[in-house]
């Protein structure tokens, strides 16, 4: 499945480090998938988690102070495949079907999650 830009799939990505977010999109770009957008807060990322056109996310636990549980429940509910990045060991049994990304991560391991949540969103989505 490809949009219109030829892109595999559109991502969100949560994350309130400047760095990691463009080391995040920057791989994503090398794997043919596109940004739906990038939130550092989780009141940004709500927002977007409710408007905008979504294949999977990318959310750090822990950005400016807040969990990103609230986005994931809106994504889960919106049949959006969940990514946790995260350094720490957080509890995430109310998500049976999201991966977990242990921070740091490499491209290869980006990849193989990003394979993973594709893999399982069967139906194709209109460009």
């Given at each position: 499945m490809?949009?219109?830009?030829g892109?595999?799939a559109?991502?969100?990505?949560?994350e309130?480090?400047?760095?990691?977010?463009?080391m995040?999109e920057?791989?994503?770009?090398d794997?043919d998938c596109?940004?739906?957008?990038?939130?550092?807060?989780?009141?940004?990322?709500l927002?977007?988690?409710e408007?905008?056109e979504?294949?999977?996310?990318?959310?750090?636990?822990?950005v400016?102070g807040g969990q990103?549980?609230?986005?994931?429940?809106?994504?889960?509910?919106?049949?959006i495949?969940?990514?946790?990045?995260?350094?720490g060991?957080?509890a995430?049994?109310?998500?049976?079907d999201a991966?977990?990304?242990p921070k740091?991560f490499s491209?290869h391991d980006?990849?193989?999650?990003?394979?993973?949540?594709?893999?399982?969103?069967?139906?194709?989505r209109p460009?």
């Amino acid at each position: 499945m490809t949009d219109a830009q030829g892109n595999r799939a559109r991502a969100l990505v949560v994350e309130d480090e400047a760095l990691i977010a463009m080391m995040i999109e920057e791989m994503l770009t090398d794997l043919d998938c596109g940004i739906s957008g990038i939130a550092g807060s989780v009141a940004e990322a709500l927002q977007m988690a409710e408007q905008h056109e979504i294949d999977f996310a990318i959310l750090d636990l822990n950005v400016a102070g807040g969990q990103t549980y609230p986005v994931a429940d809106v994504l889960v509910q919106r049949g959006i495949p969940v990514i946790f990045a995260s350094g720490g060991h957080q509890a995430m049994a109310d998500y049976p079907d999201a991966l977990q990304l242990p921070k740091p991560f490499s491209f290869h391991d980006l990849s193989k999650a990003v394979d993973g949540v594709l893999s399982r969103t069967q139906s194709p989505r209109p460009a």
